[in-house]
T-cell receptor, first 116, second 113 residues
């Protein structure tokens, strides 16, 4: 079963607009972490934001925020005031922390294109 | 400070050749991970080290894949008798410890002809 689902293969947004990238997940582990990474064409995965399953508030990091809806098992990334440099692939990932598991499980990614 | 570095950045191998991919983690990071990313896909976990101990190798696709980290810092991923399906980007990540954020290197793009 797919643990991380990103349903938007591609998104096109005008510069300065806000954008929401969708991510749903599936786990029976009560303790887990959710991550978003950005992968520009250079290939490096850049960490953006983290949300723990027990965190009461949505995570924020500068222009990035994570809309965490635990009951719906969704962890959407919101980018405010998009910039041309935001054009990249974006991956949602989950770490199930039961029994000390460390690996990240990634979704298929969403390619975001910011138009001037 | 310096991030995770990987070498070579690009590798072309003939089918059947052995290859070795190197990862230098961030200084002081005790946890090290290898992932494989096929074209157009998200990365998939291969293996995980805590210091020199390989604690999880459940993602290694076959016994042709072997990873080591003998002194708890630099790691090498070795692929023996490469096949075309091994063509992918191999990403290395490190973290300060358990349950911490993983920081990735630029990857090694392997093409097997």
């Amino acid at each position: 079963a797919q643990k991380i689902t990103q349903t938007q293969p591609g998104m096109f947004v005008q510069e300065k607009e806000a954008v929401t990238l969708d991510c749903t997940y599936d786990t029976s582990d009560p303790s887990y972490g959710l991550f978003w990474y950005k992968q520009p064409s250079s290939g490096e995965m850049i960490f953006l934001i983290y949300q723990g399953s027990y965190d009461q508030q949505n995570a924020t990091e500068g222009r990035y925020s994570l809309n965490f809806q635990k009951a719906r098992k969704s962890a959407n990334l919101v980018i405010s005031a998009s910039q041309l440099g935001d054009s990249a692939m974006y991956f949602c990932a989950m770490r199930e922390e039961r029994m000390g598991a460390q690996k990240l499980v990634f979704g298929q990614g969403t390619r975001l294109t910011i138009n001037p | 400070g310096a991030g995770v570095s990987q070498s070579p950045r690009y590798k072309v191998a003939k089918r059947g050749q052995d290859v070795a991919l190197r990862c230098d983690p961030i200084s002081g990071h005790v946890s090290l991970f290898w992932y494989q990313q096929a074209l157009g896909q998200g990365p998939e976990f291969l293996t995980y080290f805590q210091n020199e101990a390989q604690l999880d190798k459940s993602g290694l696709p076959s016994d042709r894949f072997f990873a080591e980290r003998p002194e708890g810092s630099v790691s090498t991923l070795k692929i023996q008798r490469t096949q075309q399906e091994d063509s992918a980007v191999y990403l290395c990540a490190s973290s300060t410890g358990q349950q911490e954020t993983q920081y990735f290197g630029p990857g090694t793009r392997l093409l097997v002809l």
